[in-house]
C-alpha cells in the first residue's frame, strides 16, 4: 500500500499532495521526475518557475524516500512534495533510488524495472485526491503514468531533456531504420528538413540496438515508454526555439494530432538565476 505524504520547509507531513489546501484540481499539477539527476533537475527548475510565476497554482512533485531531501533542498517552501515508497527488485540494493548511487552500471536494467514498480503506488496515490489535477508532467521513462492518468481522467506531458533536433532524430531512426549504403555515404533521415543528413557510422549505439532482444535496456524502452510516449496530450522540452524551432514539426509528427510541445529552456534557465538572487536553490 502506497504512503504518500506532502511536505513543505514549513509544515508537518499529511496525507495527500495539497497538504490541506482548498484548492480545487484544476489549479493543481503535479510533476513526477525520473530518479537520475539530470532528469529531476530540469523539472525542478520548471516546479520553481510555476511556483513564481503563477502563484495561483499548487505545484506537487512526485519523489521517493532516499530522494526527498535533494528535491526539498532545491525547491520554494511553496511546491509540495509527495513521497511515494521505492520497492527495491534485487538485486538492486535496498536504499538505492537514483542512477548516481548505482553501485555498479550493470544494475541499470534492473533500476529501470525498479521504477515500473511504482505504478501501484502512483495509482493509488492518485486516487487519493480530493479531485482530478489539471495535468499530470512527467518524465519519458515513467511511461506507466500515462495510463494512470488516463484513467484517473487526467491529461499528461511528458517530459524529455533532450532537443526536439535529438528526439526527432531517435524517433525517426526508430521507425524508419538507415537504409543500405556504400560504407560512409550519408542519407537524409526520414522526416527531418532535407539538410539534415547522416552516415551508418553515426547512428547512436542505442538506437542500432534498439530491437535488439537480448539488451535490457531496449526492452524496456520498446515495453514501457515508446506508446506511453506517443499518445501523451503534449511534450515539455527542455530546449528553446532559437535553436530548435526548425525541428518542432518533425518531432511532434510522432505525436497525437493534437498534441503540442513546450520549449522551455530559457524560463528554467531565467529562473535559476532569479532564484539564486534572492537566496534559493
Not at 128 to 140: A, E, H, K, N, Q
Request: glycine share 6%; hydrophobic share 45%; aromatic share 8%.
Amino acid at each position: 500500500m502506497a504512503t504518500t505524504t506532502s511536505t513543505n520547509a514549513c509544515a508537518t507531513p499529511n496525507h495527500g499532495a495539497n497538504g490541506g489546501s482548498n484548492q480545487s484540481g484544476r489549479d493543481h499539477i503535479i510533476l513526477f521526475p525520473f530518479m537520475a539527476k539530470g532528469h529531476t533537475l530540469p523539472l525542478l527548475h520548471f516546479a520553481t518557475a510555476l511556483s513564481v510565476h503563477q502563484k495561483n497554482l499548487l505545484i506537487t512533485v512526485v519523489v521517493t524516500p532516499a530522494n526527498l531531501a535533494f528535491s526539498r533542498s532545491r525547491l520554494p517552501a511553496s511546491v509540495n512534495l509527495a513521497v511515494l515508497p521505492f520497492l527495491s527488485l534485487p538485486p538492486l540494493p535496498s536504499g538505492v533510488e537514483s542512477t548516481d548511487t548505482l553501485p555498479a552500471p550493470a544494475l541499470y536494467p534492473t533500476f529501470l524495472n525498479a521504477t515500473a514498480l511504482l505504478r501501484e503506488p502512483f495509482a493509488e496515490f492518485m486516487a487519493s485526491l480530493p479531485s482530478p489535477p489539471l495535468v499530470l508532467i512527467s518524465d519519458f521513462f515513467l511511461g506507466f503514468t500515462h495510463r494512470v492518468a488516463a484513467n484517473a481522467g487526467v491529461r499528461r506531458i511528458v517530459f524529455h531533456g533532450m532537443s526536439c533536433f535529438s528526439l526527432a532524430m531517435c524517433k525517426s531512426l526508430i521507425a524508419s531504420p538507415p537504409p543500405s549504403v556504400e560504407h560512409g555515404a550519408s542519407f537524409h533521415v526520414a522526416r527531418m528538413p532535407e539538410h539534415v543528413r547522416i552516415t551508418a557510422a553515426e547512428v547512436p549505439d542505442t538506437i542500432a540496438k534498439i530491437f535488439d532482444p537480448e539488451d535490457p535496456v531496449s526492452r524496456f524502452i520498446i515495453d514501457h515508454v515508446g506508446e506511453s510516449d506517443e499518445r501523451s496530450w503534449g511534450v515539455l522540452v527542455n530546449s528553446f526555439a532559437t535553436v530548435d524551432e526548425d525541428y518542432v514539426a518533425a518531432l511532434m509528427s510522432f505525436y497525437q494530432p493534437d498534441a503540442r510541445a513546450w520549449l522551455v529552456g530559457p524560463d528554467v534557465s531565467r529562473l535559476r538565476r532569479h532564484a539564486g538572487a534572492r537566496g534559493g536553490a
